[in-house]
Nanobody, 125 residues
């Protein structure tokens, strides 16, 4: 089992940047596929970015492609989401999620087994 704790959210002006971190407990972090999701009020929780256990393969939703970068440091049990050129429509609670698999996982939220508590990102216009 793994516990996930997000940090790095906050209030930023449009065009600004934030870097989210997700720290995982446990010794098997390197065997987990990881994802970042976001959920705005009244909307579903959507996959924003995903990364394979090794960090070699990544996926981005069209809405963030070219602006966000997902990465991981298995030695630090941490996955990151660098968010640049932020827009008001990026405002949401951001969650990291994990699934113990060596497969590259691009999937909806029910496929992930473990979740963080979420961190609020607010982008002002």
């Amino acid at each position: 089992q793994v516990q996930l704790v997000e940090s790095g959210g906050g209030l930023v002006q449009a065009g600004g940047s934030l870097r989210l971190s997700c720290a995982a407990s446990g010794r098997t972090f390197s065997s987990y596929a990881m994802g970042w999701f976001r959920q705005a009020p009244g909307k579903e929780r959507d996959l924003v970015a995903a990364i394979s256990w090794s960090g070699v393969r990544t996926y981005y939703a069209d809405s963030v492609k070219g602006r966000f970068t997902i990465s991981r440091d298995n030695a630090k049990n941490t996955v990151y989401l660098q968010m640049n050129s932020l827009k008001p429509e990026d405002t949401a609670v951001y969650y990291c999620a994990a699934k113990p698999t060596y497969k590259f996982l691009v999937a909806d939220s029910p496929e992930y087994d473990y979740w963080g508590q979420g961190t609020q990102v607010t982008v002002s216009s």
